[in-house]
């Protein structure tokens, strides 16, 4: 194995159990694959993050900061408040069928930490909870109160389309929210 310089084993770690977190899920992959994957000793591997708990959250705290930015990016192609709404379907879409149909990493997370105590829960509940208050806001600006309703129609159609293995549970649940949102 190669030296790796100070700083890039972090990122390394991070990127290799990104993938292997999401793929393989993250109770089944161990430290030791993910030094492996990532081309780092474990002891760079815990000098960096100190625990697997550690890494579990700044892997989901990555991701919601990638997704951030992508919504940040689609939605910003639009003016109309309803339109950007519309525009996070398209997202979720996008990002859920990119990555295999393996579903949201949130929930899946939530799934593997059921104490909602845990601090990867707390991860969870941030990003759910910023994707709820970014859709009131902008329902808000249109004069509509529907963001619960449209929270359900996402996070059902990701469901929907990991068993399906398709696209096709997002555009109703976009025909849907067109409809809700008027």
Not at 15 to 23: D, G, H, I, P, V
Not at 52 to 74: F, G, H, M, N, P
Not at 114 to 133: F, I, Q, Y
């Amino acid at each position: 194995m190669g030296k790796t310089r100070p700083g890039d084993a972090g990122a390394k770690v991070l990127k290799a159990a990104s993938a292997l977190f999401y793929r393989d899920g993250i109770h089944a992959v161990g430290v030791d694959t993910v030094a492996a994957e990532a081309g780092v000793t474990k002891a760079a591997l815990y000098g960096n993050f100190g625990s697997k708990s550690r890494l579990v959250v700044a892997y989901l705290r990555e991701r919601d900061r990638w997704w951030q930015e992508q919504i940040d990016t689609i939605t910003a192609e639009h003016d109309d408040p309803h339109e950007r709404v519309l525009a996070v379907f398209d997202a979720y879409e996008a990002w859920l069928s990119r990555d295999g149909y393996r579903g949201c990493a949130f929930l899946n997370a939530t799934s593997e930490f059921p104490d909602p105590a845990d601090p990867v829960r707390e991860v969870v509940r941030h990003h759910k909870t910023a994707l709820h208050g970014y859709l009131r806001t902008q329902l808000e600006r249109a004069g509509s109160d529907r963001a619960d309703e449209l929270m359900l129609l996402l996070e059902g159609a990701a469901v929907r389309s990991v068993v399906s293995q398709d696209a096709q549970p997002f555009h109703v649940a976009k025909r849907l929210a067109e409809t809700l949102i008027g």
